[in-house]
């Protein structure tokens, strides 16, 4: 069986530009799930996009699958089914390049260095029968300040913290819940201290990440937000630093490729 889902086609942009994406369309669903295997690790379902996806995130909770797709498009699935729920365009004419489900939130970072948040509805578990999850009456919304290259990881953290890291060896640590319900604010960032970062993970009390100069780094993040608040600006911690103004800044995914050969 086939169950297909399409949205509207966008207008195609050169192939060879390092920030246009790789295709123009949005997702669909154009595979149905694989059924009646058996095994701990038999294939159960089988989904197919309309362009490469560069990044997933599982939400166990609300039974959501995430993906970052190469034409800039997010689209959210249901993990049992492998039904399209909801797609968008996070990253116009760029790639999505990371996602993390976090905080009733989906989160993306794209190759233009932004960061944006689509909600979630705070009671929407598991939907069925491709029932929206998404909260449509908020906007997309994008965190400032940008990373200055593509927000390869982001990784939340349960008290309300989400990190984001990029290619010009910037991790950004922002409190996405503040108290009394205030706008999302960087609380720190970690600035220049890899060579093309290449993701970020927390366990909630360390942050590690890694980079092409075969250095894996390991940062105490054990810190409250008041503990972080207390001590920032006593380190060669930034929140505004690493914008991408300069030129060694402007990364390329290809150029990434040549420097791993």
């Known amino acids: 069986r086939e169950a297909s889902a399409r949205a509207p086609t966008a207008a195609p942009t050169p192939p060879d530009s390092p920030d246009s994406p790789d295709s123009p369309d949005s997702p669909s669903v154009v ?5 009646g295997a058996r095994g701990p690790y038999a294939l159960r379902l089988s989904v197919r996009l309309d362009a490469p996806a560069l990044a997933i995130a599982v939400d166990e909770r609300r039974g959501l699958v995430a993906c970052a797709l190469a034409n800039g498009w997010v689209a959210l699935l249901d993990v049992s089914t492998g039904a399209l729920i909801d797609s968008w365009e996070a990253h116009a ?23 944006r948040r689509r909600h979630l509805k705070p009671s929407a578990l598991a939907p069925e029968g491709g029932k929206a ?19 390869v990881a982001l990784a939340g953290r ?11 060896g910037t991790v950004r640590v922002w409190d996405v819940a503040p108290r009394g319900g205030g706008p999302v604010r960087c609380l720190y960032g970690l600035v220049g201290y890899k060579v093309w ?3 970020v993970v927390t366990d909630g009390t360390r942050l590690v990440s890694d980079g092409s100069d075969n250095v894996v780094i390991v940062h105490d993040f054990s810190r409250g937000v ?3 608040e207390e001590e920032d600006g006593e380190s060669d911690m930034d929140p505004l630093s690493g914008l991408g103004d300069d030129d060694d800044d402007d990364f390329d995914d290809d150029e990434l490729d040549d420097r791993r050969m």
Do not use: F, K, M, Q
């Open 197 to 199: 970062l290449g993701s």
């Open 226 to 228: 008041s503990e972080a």
């Open 93 to 115: 004419r760029s790639r999505a390049r990371s996602v993390a489900l976090a905080h009733d939130a989906v989160w993306s970072g794209g190759a233009d260095g932004t960061v």
């Open 31 to 35: 595979d149905a799930p694989t059924r």
């Open 133 to 151: 999850a998404l909260d449509n009456e908020r906007e997309l919304e994008t965190l400032t300040p940008p990373h200055g290259a593509a927000v």
């Open 158 to 168: 349960a008290d309300g913290l989400l990190i984001s890291a990029a290619h010009d």
